[in-house]
């Protein structure tokens, strides 16, 4: 046997190229953390400003109806129009508050 005296290149190349793929993962994992904080842990700033809009003091403008969504509630949809939940039962007396239907028209004033 004569192939037992030498070694493949690929037996020897084996254990290099697993070295390597772990100091590159450890570089990246490094890397990752580094760009997501500061020098000293805290997070990163940035430098983009974001421009919030004034709260609207003025009253929402009731529309007619309302088309309920998925996941509505009568609180939700109160919240989104303005009109109370009170209201709302009184203006559609026929409506299951517990049995909301997609795209069921609810009232909104008279």
Do not use: C, F
């Amino acid at each position: 046997m004569a192939h037992r005296g030498r070694r493949s290149t690929a037996r020897l190349l084996a254990p290099l190229a697993l070295v390597l793929a772990v100091v590159a993962i450890v570089l990246v994992i490094q890397a990752s953390t580094d760009s997501d904080s500061g020098s000293r842990g805290e997070p990163a700033k940035t430098t983009t400003s974001v421009k919030q809009r004034p709260k609207q003091t003025t009253k929402r403008r009731v529309r007619p109806s309302y088309t309920v969504k998925l996941n509505d509630t009568l609180g939700l949809i109160s919240e989104k129009t303005g009109v109370s939940v009170a209201r709302l039962e009184e203006l559609n007396p026929e409506l299951d508050p517990q049995n909301l239907i997609v795209g069921q028209k609810i009232k909104l004033r008279e």
